[in-house]
Nanobody, 114 residues
């Protein structure tokens, strides 16, 4: 299993970013994918999950209505569109999949600051 995140960076409050996660080493179209994040001094927390087909999504309350998870099974890629970003969204964002045990990417840093 290999997961490679990209798209992080520095953004002002109220701004937007789109994260991507390129997956390989497993049958991507057959399994749900998730995003997690870990803020400075905080525990890693779940952010969003999308079903294998993309037809079902679920979000943490803290991001509901602002973030959108999506996927392209043709490209083996999962995305996280983040709008109306807040300073408290500052974190390292991780792509994740559970195949037996849970696997993680290396993470991409998002900093929301003016």
């Amino acid at each position: 299993v290999q997961l490679v995140e990209s798209g992080g960076g520095l953004v002002q409050p109220g701004g937007s970013l789109r994260l991507s996660c390129a997956a390989s080493g497993f049958t991507f179209s057959s399994i749900a994918m998730s995003w997690y994040r870990q803020g400075p001094g905080k525990e890693r927390e779940w952010v969003a999950t999308i079903s294998s087909s993309g037809g079902s999504t679920d979000y943490a309350e803290s991001v509901k209505g602002r973030f959108t998870i999506s996927r392209s099974n043709a490209k083996n890629t999962v995305y996280l569109q983040m709008n109306s970003l807040k300073p408290e969204d500052t974190a390292v964002y991780y792509c994740s999949v559970r195949i037996g045990s849970r696997s993680w990417g290396q993470g991409t840093q998002v900093i929301v600051s003016s």
